[in-house]
């Protein structure tokens, strides 16, 4: 079974673009009040540019009739175990099946404290997603693939080697001295050997990309291409099952 990737690296290009742009249009807008940096992060459309590439993604692997959910709004809400509920950003529901739920995430600047809680979020939606199933909460959905992107700033900042300290109990060696970059590596990487998430991708991308989409990538177990491969094959079965 052959699968379409969409010509995936020039849509992530232009993905990566419109992030950076979006950003900064979101800025000016607020240049005259008082949110400053804050103003890029709730403008909450800047990740907006990846939904085209999953969109191609599941269209041309034959979910031609499938339902894609990706406006804010209730229409991206699964049950929780742990909680009521939890709103995801992209949702692919064909037939009353759930064929897959993504979390589309970025971070610029501010990298101390909100690499952990980046981290407790993304640790607690799979894992009450997953109970969830368990649980029957979708009825009687086979597994879906369930992905997570990060899109991190480079720069010096997120590049340096950060110092943490463990006074009782030493850390992970792979954890000592390793800047935020290298731990949003890690994370992904976990993240996938444990099964939280069928697929976790992070690129890297300095604000010049506003020019180009210029982006890089950590490693191929990280990448864009390992991401695209895995949704597409996810969607090419469902679409198999469901002649």
Same mark, same amino acid.
């Given at each position: 079974?052959?699968?379409?990737?969409?010509?995936?690296?020039?849509?992530?290009?232009?993905?990566?673009?419109?992030?950076?742009?979006?950003?900064?249009?979101?800025?000016?807008?607020?240049?005259?009040?008082?949110?400053?940096?804050?103003?890029?992060?709730?403008?909450?459309?800047?990740?907006?540019?990846?939904?085209?590439?999953?969109?191609?993604?599941?269209?041309?692997?034959?979910?031609?009739?499938?339902?894609?959910?990706?406006?804010? #709004?209730? #229409?991206?809400?699964?049950?929780?175990?742990?909680?009521?509920?939890?709103?995801?950003?992209?949702?692919?529901?064909?037939?009353?099946?759930?064929?897959?739920?993504?979390?589309?995430?970025?971070?610029?600047?501010?990298? $101390?404290?909100?690499?952990?809680?980046?981290?407790?979020?993304?640790?607690?939606?799979?894992?009450?997603?997953?109970?969830?199933?368990?649980? $029957?909460?979708?009825?009687?959905?086979?597994?879906?693939?369930?992905?997570?992107?990060?899109?991190?700033?480079?720069?010096?900042?997120?590049?340096?080697?950060?110092?943490?300290? #463990?006074?009782?109990?030493?850390?992970?060696?792979?954890?000592?001295?390793?800047?935020?970059?290298?731990?949003?590596?890690? &994370?992904?990487?976990?993240?996938?050997?444990?099964? &939280?998430?069928?697929?976790?991708?992070?690129?890297?991308?300095?604000?010049?990309?506003?020019?180009?989409?210029?982006?890089?990538?950590?490693?191929?177990?990280?990448?864009?291409?390992?991401?695209?491969?895995?949704?597409?094959?996810?969607?090419?079965?469902?679409?198999?099952?469901?002649?």
């Amino acid at each position: 079974m052959s699968i379409d990737l969409s010509n995936y690296e020039e849509q992530t290009r232009q993905a990566v673009k419109y992030f950076w742009t979006m950003r900064e249009s979101s800025l000016s807008a607020s240049s005259g009040g008082t949110q400053g940096e804050r103003g890029g992060v709730v403008a909450g459309k800047n990740m907006d540019g990846f939904l085209d590439l999953i969109r191609n993604v599941v269209l041309g692997n034959g979910l031609t009739d499938a339902d894609l959910h990706v406006s804010k #709004s209730l #229409s991206l809400t699964l049950p929780g175990f742990f909680r009521p509920t939890k709103r995801w950003d992209v949702l692919i529901v064909h037939e009353g099946v759930l064929v897959a739920a993504i979390e589309l995430k970025s971070q610029v600047g501010s990298f $101390g404290n909100n690499f952990n809680n980046r981290c407790e979020e993304v640790l607690g939606s799979s894992t009450d997603l997953w109970t969830a199933f368990r649980e $029957g909460a979708f009825g009687q959905s086979p597994r879906p693939f369930v992905g997570y992107l990060m899109l991190l700033e480079d720069c010096e900042a997120s590049r340096s080697p950060v110092n943490d300290k #463990s006074p009782r109990f030493p850390i992970f060696p792979e954890f000592e001295n390793a800047s935020y970059t290298k731990r949003y590596e890690i &994370l992904c990487e976990k993240l996938v050997r444990e099964r &939280l998430y069928d697929a976790a991708t992070l690129l890297i991308s300095p604000r010049a990309a506003i020019v180009d989409g210029v982006y890089k990538e950590m490693s191929q177990r990280t990448g864009m291409r390992q991401f695209i491969a895995a949704l597409a094959g996810h969607v090419a079965t469902a679409a198999a099952f469901a002649k």
